[in-house]
């Protein structure tokens, strides 16, 4: 089998949305820009990306969302060693079509009241739904690995708290391990390292806001 040495999982760089929310009244989310600071991001971890990987071929998988292909492009990764597929079920969790900012920061509220994975937006999405999509996407990753030709590397260009739910899906968190969890920075990575037993290793763990408790519920 043709499994991958590494699997990066990199967040888009700024966009016009981490940096004035304001902007969803007027702009798709999927239509957002990158910053000129989340330009400089995506060029600044392309090359170290481009250290990893060296003269090794890459498979990408990038979310359709302008944000994203903007910041895949920005790595310079060598276009001879590195085919790129759009991937849908990569994208941005669904907050709803136009948004009402006032409407949105209620919903925030309740969300985190409520739960991150379990809270669906009006007419979006919740944390659970964007686990299941996820989790199709991996049944495909996996069929791909049957290939001996498959590379060595996995790239997915990607948003925070898709990153999260993938790990959480790989890995098998729970519900409360994932909930402890925060987004990484923009244009942050994680990297999923093949070790010699055959499993998968985090080269580094997310950061945690709170310890978190026992599946079901409730806080350590």
Known sequence: MGRPRRIVLIRHGESQGNHDDTIYERVPDHALELTAKGLRQATEAGARLREVFGDERVQAFVSPYRRTWHTYRALGLDPRLTRASEEPRLREQDWGNWQDIED????????????????????????????????????????????????????????????????????????????????????????LLLQSTGRYVLDRPFDRWRTPGPPGGGYA
């Open 104 to 191: 949105i920061q209620r919903q925030r509220k309740a969300r985190d009241a409520y739960g991150h994975f379990f809270y669906r937006f009006a007419m979006g999405e919740s944390g659970a739904d964007v686990y299941d999509r996820v989790g199709t996407f991996l049944e495909t990753l996996y069929r791909a690995f049957d290939k001996d030709d498959f590379p060595p590397n996995v790239l997915m260009v990607t948003h925070g708290l898709t990153m999260r739910l993938f790990c959480m899906r790989w890995f098998h968190w729970t519900v409360e391990e994932f909930e402890a969890l925060s987004n990484p920075d923009n244009a942050e990575t994680r990297m």
